[in-house]
């Protein structure tokens, strides 16, 4: 392999990893509105492409917890919002961004300023059980 082509794949990884954010995120009780004790929670990654279309991918693991739906809202820590992207159960604990989702302009400026979260819902907490704010 030449030094250019080298140097071309190093450039065009660079530029994918660039286009891409990668966050991880822990749900708790404590995040809920108002804020539920209880011994549910969990954990994931969720990447978000800056590029066109801004996809969105990752998933979340529940533990303790018997969920009946999970979704990334759009809402400041602290603050409730409407649901952005319904998420797909995809195991026994395991909840996933339905392929081909992503996020519009104004949801990829939210995500930027730490405005969307996870939020975890139970038969028990209809409202959520555990909820995880997504900070870039």
Request: avoid cysteine.
């Given at each position: 392999m030449n030094k250019h082509r080298i140097a071309a794949i190093v450039l065009a990884l660079g530029a994918a990893l660039a286009n891409a954010g990668e966050t991880r995120v822990v749900l708790t009780g404590a995040e809920e509105l108002p804020a539920v004790t209880t011994n549910a929670s969990g954990s994931g990654v969720i990447v978000v492409g800056n590029g066109a279309g801004h996809a969105v991918s990752g998933s979340i693991v529940v533990k303790d917890v018997?969920?009946?739906?999970?979704?990334?809202?759009?809402?400041?820590?602290?603050?409730?919002?409407?649901p952005v992207i319904t998420l797909a159960k995809t195991g026994d604990n395991t909840w996933s961004v339905p392929e081909g989702s992503s996020f519009n302009d104004d949801q990829y400026a939210a995500y930027l300023a730490g405005n969307l979260y996870i939020n975890v819902h139970s038969a028990e907490h209809k409202p959520g059980e555990i909820r995880g704010q997504l900070r870039p």
């Amino acid at each position: 392999m030449n030094k250019h082509r080298i140097a071309a794949i190093v450039l065009a990884l660079g530029a994918a990893l660039a286009n891409a954010g990668e966050t991880r995120v822990v749900l708790t009780g404590a995040e809920e509105l108002p804020a539920v004790t209880t011994n549910a929670s969990g954990s994931g990654v969720i990447v978000v492409g800056n590029g066109a279309g801004h996809a969105v991918s990752g998933s979340i693991v529940v533990k303790d917890v018997q969920a009946t739906a999970a979704h990334i809202h759009q809402g400041a820590a602290g603050k409730s919002g409407p649901p952005v992207i319904t998420l797909a159960k995809t195991g026994d604990n395991t909840w996933s961004v339905p392929e081909g989702s992503s996020f519009n302009d104004d949801q990829y400026a939210a995500y930027l300023a730490g405005n969307l979260y996870i939020n975890v819902h139970s038969a028990e907490h209809k409202p959520g059980e555990i909820r995880g704010q997504l900070r870039p």
